[in-house]
């Protein structure tokens, strides 16, 4: 089996978001004790997060006086960072968002040491959809972006893919590397769907032309539907780009059973997309699988989901979902 490190850590938890949001504790409280008690109960290494990101850090992605504004909002207790759909709750989210970034730094710093192949980010809030200078979707820094970065310039890597299977758009982590080569940025996401962005011929510019590829799904787009784009598009595409690394954007808002989506795909839809990635990443030379927790807002689909997720991670036979009947969590809204 690949060796594969979570990280989490209690401050993930202390993130309020007040009642009746959908991007809440009990998320990754449910995706924790699926993978603790479930079919991977004892194959996963459990870490804590080590470290806060630092400005620096930060500023490899965001702008260093959006990153200062954003920390003087949460010391003085604001409550919103954006129109009204980013909420915070104080120290305790400014906590959370540094710990978050440096939880998945963190992971990253252990792969380039050898010692893990891949790693799940359990965090929260999530982050792609924080661009430079804004907080946005329930976003305030984006993890995948920095990490993107860091991988570059602290590990030396030429070529980095990001691969965002979320239900919405990863606005931020486009916009990020628009025009930057070394960085292939693949998004499978519903359209049209908040935030509105992530049109197909939404390609790239300058130096980045070609290396930004966006799959908008129609409204009832199933796992076929996912499955057809993988093979058409995006694994052509990294197969070209030889990527040294693989980044996910770990949304599992596009199953079914998901409040705040109109995709239909199933748990183990999970398992054979993350499956697909990894063969594809030791057909081009093998590298680090990293991948860090967005959206997901029914919670038994979400802890199903991610628990497929990291079998494929593993290299773990495929299983069936279990069907228990859990409710949803019927506080979940739209944003």
């Known amino acids: 089996m690949t060796r594969v490190a979570v990280v989490e850590d209690p401050l993930f938890q202390l993130h309020d978001t007040g009642p009746g949001h959908p991007e809440r504790a009990a998320r990754v409280r449910a995706v924790a004790e699926r993978l603790r008690t479930g079919a991977l109960?004892?194959?996963l290494e459990f870490l804590p997060a080590e470290r806060e990101a630092s400005e620096e850090e930060i500023a490899y992605v965001h702008e260093p006086a959006y990153w200062r504004d954003a920390c003087r909002a949460m010391e003085r207790g604001e409550t919103l960072l954006d129109e009204g759909d980013t909420v915070v709750s104080g120290l305790a989210s400014l906590r959370a968002v540094r710990r978050a970034t440096g939880a998945v730094l963190s992971l990253a710093d252990r792969a380039l040491r050898g010692e893990i192949e891949a790693g799940f980010a359990l965090v929260r809030p999530p982050g792609h959809h924080a661009e430079r200078a804004r907080a946005m979707g329930f976003c305030v820094v984006n993890h995948i972006a920095v990490l993107a970065r860091y991988l570059q310039r602290r590990g030396g890597l030429q070529r980095v893919a990001i691969v965002d299977f979320d239900v919405h758009h990863g606005n931020g982590t486009q916009n990020a590397f628009y025009?930057?080569?070394?960085?292939y940025f693949c998004s499978l996401h519903?359209?049209?769907?908040?935030?509105?962005?992530?049109?197909?011929?939404?390609?790239?510019?300058?130096?980045?032309?070609?290396?930004?590829?966006n799959v908008p799904m129609a409204p009832g787009a199933g796992p076929d539907d996912y499955f057809r784009a993988f093979g058409e598009l995006v694994l052509p595409d990294l197969l070209a780009f030889r990527p040294q690394a693989l980044l996910i954007s770990a949304g599992f808002d596009a199953h079914r059973r998901d409040p705040l989506s109109a995709i239909r795909l199933e748990s183990d839809s999970y398992f054979r997309m993350t499956a697909e990635l990894m063969r594809l990443l030791r057909a081009v030379g093998g590298g680090p699988v990293l991948s860090v927790l967005e959206g997901g807002y029914d919670l038994e689909a979400l802890a199903e989901?991610?628990?497929?997720?990291?079998?494929?991670?593993?290299d773990h036979p495929a299983q069936g979902t279990e069907r228990k009947g859990v409710p949803s969590d019927e506080r979940a809204g739209a944003s």
Do not use: C, K, V
């Open 305 to 314: 989901s991610a628990e497929q997720h990291l079998m494929a991670l593993l």
């Open 179 to 183: 025009e930057d080569g070394s960085i």
């Open 190 to 213: 519903q359209f049209p769907h908040w935030p509105g962005t992530g049109r197909a011929e939404e390609r790239g510019r300058g130096d980045g032309l070609g290396a930004t590829r």
């Open 41 to 43: 109960a004892g194959a």
